[in-house]
T-cell receptor
Framework: DGGITQSPKYLFRKEGQNVTLSCEQN?????MYWYRQDPGQGLRLIYY???????QKGDIAEGYSVSREKKESFPLTVTSAQKNPTAFYLC?????????????FGPGTRLTVT | QQPVQSPQAVILREGEDAVINCSSS?????VHWYRQKHGEAPVFLMI?????EQKGHEKISASFNEKKQQSSLYLTASQLSYSGTYFC??????????FGAGTRLTVKP
């Protein structure tokens, strides 16, 4: 079955530590996205990638970093510079970076930093 | 630039209808609708593109009014499974997309 996988589902870290969230897709999609979701709020874009070896900052990129070395993988690193990292993180992909294509979402990773 | 959704929350009895609105301050090129169950990933419902006005998906349909820069999602004869948070995503001419804060829908027996 085609889809997006994110791991782990729950992640706990101590303040000051970097942590990497995994996102893999086997849909052969060119575009991939990372969103952050806080309680009662919509999805805020962290980074997106239109194609392999390319990525762009979204609205809230500070304190985060990404890489896109393979088409199917788009890992997100939450660095110690992110002031409030506790949140639900969603990865998504679409056929292309184009608003006429639907986005497919992974199951999400809930990160808790104490 | 984030679209405004209304209402923020709505409670229905099974079989009742609901309308969720999504408004933008900028010209829209597409509107996406998603439903998210608590703690799960958003699930795609439908896309409306510039030039299209109405789209249906079983008992869930949506309209897109370009002049008013808004879209509405219609849920008819609601079922318990319709419960969740509904998000609209608005697409703009630079391929930029923004999501609304969501509308929490609760359907009770």
């Amino acid at each position: 079955d085609g889809g997006i996988t994110q791991s782990p589902k729950y992640l706990f870290r101590k303040e000051g530590q970097n942590v990497t969230l995994s996102c893999e897709q086997n849909l052969n999609h060119d575009a991939m996205y990372w969103y952050r979701q806080d309680p009662g709020q919509g999805l805020r874009l962290i980074y997106y990638s239109q194609i392999v070896n390319d990525f762009q900052k979204g609205d809230i990129a500070e304190g985060y970093s990404v890489s896109r070395e393979k088409k199917e993988s788009f890992p997100l690193t939450v660095t110690s510079a992110q002031k409030n990292p506790t949140a639900f993180y969603l990865c998504a992909s679409s056929t292309a970076w184009d608003i006429s294509y639907e986005q497919y979402f992974g199951p999400g990773t809930r990160l808790t930093v104490t | 630039q984030q679209p405004v959704q209304s209402p923020q929350a709505v409670i229905l009895r099974e079989g009742e209808d609901a309308v969720i609105n999504c408004s933008s301050s900028k010209a829209l090129y597409s509107v996406h609708w998603y439903r998210q169950k608590h703690g799960e990933a958003p699930v795609f419902l439908m896309i409306l593109l510039k030039g299209g006005e109405q789209k249906g998906h079983e008992k869930i349909s949506a309209s897109f009014n370009e002049k008013k820069q808004q879209s509405s999602l219609y849920l008819t004869a609601s079922q318990l499974s319709y419960s969740g948070t509904y998000f609209c995503g608005t697409g703009y001419n630079n391929n930029d997309m923004r999501f609304g804060a969501g509308t929490r829908l609760t359907v009770k027996p």
